[in-house]
């Protein structure tokens, strides 16, 4: 049940909930669900639009090709195989269509807006009246003549650029840019980005929002489901890691650490889940499976690929441990940690200033690309009892969370609101004010 909202009211809003740039990675579908989670919490009889770039994906789904492929990636998930990567196009509906049934849970009488990407936002949101689009990831051009929140995720390209190229980078840095001058109020999801955005945007910014960190806690998460442990076929104590194969997330250091473990504990193994390519280098996935059987972890490295996220949740909740190794995130630790933290799991996490901004749960911190150290952190934590899990407490603060960022979205909105109500009067907009929540 959503609390309610403990603040004083305001006048109920219509807001557009962009999607475009969420449905292309799992953290996204995550991100703006949380994101629409949090506002119908805070504000219940707000108007909210969930705006969709391409057609409705229902039609993509129920064909024979469509259930061949579930039933030969459900085998190779079982078997411990990387699934094969479906076509951009099935997996951007299919994350449309998680997106459209998460949302629903929450809200039944969801309203969808299709064909709304950044080229037509505009017009959707004239033909919806609304107040303002929020959650806009790239400048819409036209640009809607509502209030603009624009969202940055991270500034990546400028802490590890030698991962793009020198096209991508230009790229980065003027669509940051254009969005940046051209909306009404940011936000972003911490102080890192915050002051990447500063230090990157030699331009004045529009007002800044951090919002609060955010492990959000769907409560049916904790509903027990034994049978997803065997149709992986996962049996004794395991890590866990739930990321993307991408080069920066850092795989080969957890390998590192299983394989330093191992001769102590033969019995223990590790999971990961997640897709298995990076668009930056095609062959970046079978030169880690190269690393691994060098490491001769064999059978004790299960690589499931992208699976249900409800089968993923309850193997984190089963695992001796999550850990994340990366070496850049947008928000403190990446999904995973936030998941870890709200399920009351054990994290075991790389140190560096972003993942620090984790604010409570059982965090332990481990040098980057130290595997040696990582691997002294899993041994601790095998040798430790299971901690029980308190569920009504997970749940009571899951939902002053869930209140507490809810609000923290709305107060951008109408910030954003009074800003391009100040530009059509022929004022100045907020300027650079940060709200740091």
């Known amino acids: 049940m959503l609390p309610l909202r403990q603040t004083e009211s305001y006048a109920p809003l219509r807001v557009g909930l962009c999607a475009h740039g969420f449905t292309s990675w799992g953290g996204g579908v995550d991100l703006i669900v949380n994101h629409f989670r949090a506002m119908k919490a805070a504000e219940p009889n707000s108007s909210i639009y969930l705006l969709v770039p391409g057609a409705a994906p229902a039609r993509l789904f129920g064909s024979k090709t469509s259930v061949r492929s579930a039933i030969k990636r459900a085998i190779k998930a079982l078997i411990g195989q990387p699934r094969a990567m479906q076509s951009p196009y099935l997996d951007r509906a299919a994350s449309v269509a998680e997106i459209i049934r998460q949302m629903a849970e929450i809200d039944p009488k969801l309203k969808v807006r299709y064909r709304a990407g950044f080229g037509r936002l505009a017009a959707a949101a004239s033909d919806l009246?609304?107040?303002?689009?929020?959650?806009?990831?790239?400048?819409?051009?036209?640009?809607?003549?509502?209030?603009?929140?624009?969202?940055?995720?991270?500034?990546?390209?400028?802490?590890l650029p030698h991962l793009f190229s020198a096209d991508d980078l230009a790229?980065?840095?003027?669509?940051?840019?254009?969005?940046?001058?051209?909306?009404?109020?940011?936000?972003?999801?911490?102080?890192?980005?915050?002051?990447?955005?500063?230090?990157?945007?030699?331009?004045?910014?529009p007002e800044l929002h951090r919002l609060p960190f955010f492990p959000n806690l769907n409560s049916e998460w904790l509903q027990e489901r034994p049978n997803v442990l065997s149709t992986y076929a996962i049996e004794g104590p395991y890590f866990i890691v739930c990321n993307q194969f991408w080069m920066h997330k850092d795989h080969l250091t957890v390998f590192r650490a299983l394989a330093e473990i191992a001769t102590r504990r033969p019995d223990v193994s590790l999971v990961c889940t997640g897709h298995t390519s990076d668009y930056r280098d095609p062959t970046f996935f079978g030169k880690l499976q190269a690393e691994a059987a060098k490491l001769g972890l064999g059978s004790r490295l299960r690589i499931l690929g992208h699976i249900?996220?409800?089968?993923?949740?309850?193997?984190?909740?089963?695992?001796?441990?999550?850990?994340?190794?990366?070496?850049?995130?947008?928000?403190?630790g990446g999904q995973s940690?936030?998941?870890?933290?709200?399920?009351?799991?054990?994290?075991?996490?790389?140190?560096?200033?972003?993942?620090?901004?984790?604010?409570?749960?059982?965090?332990?911190?481990?040098?980057?690309g130290d595997h040696g150290a990582l691997a002294h952190l899993m041994v601790e934590a095998l040798d430790e009892a299971p901690s029980p899990r308190n569920a009504v407490d997970l749940i009571a603060r899951s939902e002053t969370r869930l209140l507490r960022v809810g609000e923290a979205i709305w107060v951008a909105i109408r910030a954003a609101i009074a800003a391009r109500e100040a530009v059509r009067n022929g004022g100045a907009p907020g300027g650079t004010r940060t709200h740091d929540l």
Request: glycine share 4%.
């Open 129 to 159: 009246r609304l107040d303002a689009v929020y959650l806009a990831m790239a400048l819409p051009e036209p640009r809607p003549s509502c209030a603009l929140i624009g969202y940055v995720a991270d500034y990546q390209h400028r802490h």
């Open 171 to 205: 790229k980065r840095d003027k669509g940051f840019g254009k969005l940046i001058a051209s909306s009404d109020v940011m936000v972003t999801t911490s102080r890192a980005v915050t002051e990447d955005m500063r230090r990157s945007t030699p331009e004045s910014l």
């Open 308 to 332: 249900p996220k409800r089968d993923q949740i309850e193997l984190l909740k089963h695992a001796v441990a999550v850990i994340q190794a990366t070496h850049f995130e947008g928000t403190p």
């Open 337 to 368: 940690a936030a998941e870890a933290v709200a399920l009351g799991q054990r994290l075991l996490i790389s140190e560096m200033p972003i993942n620090r901004e984790i604010e409570e749960g059982d965090v332990r911190f481990f040098p980057l």
